[in-house]
């Protein structure tokens, strides 16, 4: 899943320079100007370059590869040599080697994550978080305020840390950003971003003493961001597993899963039960390859008493000739003697591998996947990925998600008859859009669907998972995503939440608007807050375009270092202009629109009337209204 990170507000809250207060770091609470704070993005899938790191002659084309020459993403050399660049891009599938001819490295620094092609043509289509940096420059962010982490995305977690001693070199991120600007980080993360941070605070636990570890934490973490988060998974992982995914380049499906699938990071999204769990066993193992103290993976009564594995339908569902393996024959009730058969898999048996062992007679990759998913992921010593989260240990914690888009939650497969990677075809695929279920030709599927539907990437209970984060009572709030005067919003104070039970809100919607439902706990745990945020219809990869979004992170983290802040959350009850983008032509009265903020004042180049439409000087005093 592609990060089109542009958070521009990650680190609006950093720095603004004479408006603020000065900061002080007591009691664990934070309170003055933004110059102290640092902020740490971790990129999602394939959103970080490559750069070759070997010489590569490639026949038939004037374009060789040299040290540091993009590979990912570099169209060019993609559209004239693919072959070469499939051997600078692809992995050995069993030990993540390179390609004996090419080696490929991430990029380091912010231009790792801005453009992955730069170009006239490229750059724009390529852009991740070009636009999220304009913004800080725009509110006058210090350089060494924004930290990128890039990595290798496509390695498992635990390559990452014994190839390239990542999760060391995030630890020390976070140390050398207190010491440089005196106060602790704001962590963004976006799609396989939260599951990299994920692991890393799993990981730390083996290298900080149990009574530091909360103490570290609480030193050099102010708040996670937790945008797009797949909490049990992404289903696309599974047809990019069966078909690949080409990430809108000119390559075949075929030729996108053949590199799709040598990458051990395939398996680190697959989708899996909210139900079953593994203990850890912690022990140090980077050091020298030693590794021991595997997990003991064990489901509640739940998972085999109830559908699906929590998630609304059956995931895969594979149509078979007769001859099948003895595995698949003992999933079946009952079978008619030559007459095709479909298995029917959940998330439990993706993520445990019984769907790979019950097709290896027509998937010839299931011997590597089941290889990749045994060594990289159900034996990790530090953690079993696939495996629900629980709240992270941190002060404040954000899960910001899209809901409402039509997305992906099963698909019907059968063998096409061909030799891989083109060996199956999709008969069917099954949506979920605004609580229902319906297949590819419009007939609606029974089965468990949710409160609301996904991004359009990630469905709505993997999404929203984190709802079970939050507290017993819980204060909702529905505003417009748009600027508004406080006229639309909806409140409801100290909701009822069991746990592991959806919250729907009582509320009225109408239906020409886009909201963002608030769910706010600060109760619940001393100390700690905890917030989800619900976008309608925004989509995965573009979520953090919104400019309601960059709004609503400024404000909340602007309220959290004022020193005058007077409530746990930043206030919803309105939202006016705050850039000069914001403000626009009001035809039908012939002036600005919101005349308090924003005011005609025409400047040498603007073209309409919309341009000379700016933010008043007195503008920020109206800042204070969100304390």
């Known amino acids: 899943m592609r990060a089109n990170l542009h958070i521009a507000t990650i680190l609006v809250v950093l720095l603004m320079h004479g408006k603020l207060h000065n900061t002080s770091v007591d009691g664990g609470e934070l309170s003055g100007d933004y110059s102290k704070l640092s902020g740490i993005i971790i990129p999602g899938f394939a959103s970080t370059q490559l750069r070759a790191w070997s010489f590569l002659d490639c026949p038939y084309s004037p374009l060789d590869f040299n040290p540091l020459d993009l590979v990912w993403l570099d169209t060019t050399k993609l559209l004239s040599a693919v072959n070469c660049w499939l051997k600078c891009m692809l992995l050995d599938p069993y030990n993540q080697t390179d390609h004996p001819e090419c080696k490929s490295r991430p990029d380091s620094g912010l231009s790792a994550i801005t453009e992955l092609d730069p170009g006239y043509i490229t750059g724009p289509l390529s852009s991740v978080w070009k636009d999220w940096v304009k913004w800080c420059i725009e509110f ?6 924004i930290i990128a ?11 990452l840390e014994e190839r390239d001693l990542y999760f060391h070199r995030l630890k020390l991120t976070f140390e050398t950003a207190l010491k440089l600007r005196g106060g602790p980080s704001i962590v963004f993360a976006h799609s396989l971003g939260n599951h990299v941070f994920r692991y890393f605070l799993e990981w730390l636990k083996l290298e900080i003493a149990p009574k530091h570890y909360n103490q570290w934490l609480d030193e050099h973490i102010h708040a996670y961001f937790a945008v797009g988060a797949p909490l049990l998974g992404a289903i696309e992982t599974v047809k990019a597993t069966f078909f690949g995914n080409t990430f809108g380049l000119p390559v075949s499906e075929g030729t996108a899963r053949l590199m799709f699938n040598s990458f051990a990071s395939s398996l680190w999204m697959m989708p899996f ?27 509640e009564e739940k998972e085999f008493h109830l ?4 998630w609304p339908t059956n995931i895969v569902n594979i149509e078979i000739p007769f001859r099948v393996t003895e595995l698949a024959q003992t999933n079946l009730s009952s079978m008619e003697c030559g007459l095709p058969t479909q298995l029917s898999f959940s998330a439990r048996e993706i993520s445990d591998g019984t769907l790979f062992k019950a097709i290896e007679d027509y998937e010839s990759d299931s011997k590597r996947l089941l290889y990749q ?34 997305t992906e939650v099963g698909y019907y497969f059968a063998p096409s008859g061909k030799s891989y990677p083109d060996n199956w075809i999709t008969t069917d695929i099954i949506y979920e859009l605004e609580g229902s279920l319906y297949s590819r030709s419009g007939n609606l599927v029974e089965g468990n669907p949710g409160a609301a539907s996904g991004d359009d990437t990630v469905p709505y209970n993997s999404l929203s998972l984190c709802k079970n984060w939050l507290g017993p009572k819980v204060n909702i709030t529905r505003a417009p995503q ?3 005067d406080g006229s639309d919003v909806q409140v409801d104070l100290n909701v009822e939440h069991q746990h592991e039970d959806d919250i729907v809100p009582n509320m009225t919607r109408s239906p020409r608007v886009k909201y963002i439902t608030y769910y706010e706990d600060s109760e619940s745990i001393l100390g700690r807050r905890t917030a989800v945020w619900e976008l309608d219809k925004a989509n995965h990869r573009n979520i953090v375009r919104s400019p309601a979004l960059m709004r609503e992170l400024w404000l ?18 309105k939202r006016g202009p705050l850039r000069d983008e914001d403000c626009y032509w009001d035809y039908g009265k012939a002036r600005c629109s919101w005349p308090e903020y924003c005011e005609y004042r025409y400047l040498f180049g603007d ?17 204070l209204n969100y304390l």
């Open 373 to 406: 998913l045994k060594k990289s992921y159900h034996d990790d010593p530090v953690l079993n990925p696939l495996t629900p989260w629980d709240r992270p240990p941190i002060k404040n914690v954000f899960c910001i998600y899209g809901i409402d888009s039509r």
């Open 607 to 623: 073209v309409h009337l919309g341009q000379s439409c700016r933010l008043k000087n007195s503008s920020a005093d109206a800042l």
């Open 482 to 484: 748009s600027e508004h």
């Open 140 to 145: 006058g962010i210090e350089p060494n305020a």
């Open 273 to 299: 039960s909210k139900y079953c769990r593994a203990d850890n066993s912690y022990c140090r193992h980077f050091a020298g390859g030693f590794r021991k103290g595997h997990h003991t993976y064990h489901c």
């Open 307 to 310: 559908n699906y594995s929590g």
């Open 556 to 573: 909340q983290m602007w309220h959290d270092i004022h020193p005058s802040a007077k409530s746990k959350f930043v206030t919803k009850a």
């Open 149 to 159: 982490v890039p990595y290798d995305w496509r390695l498992s977690p635990s390559m």
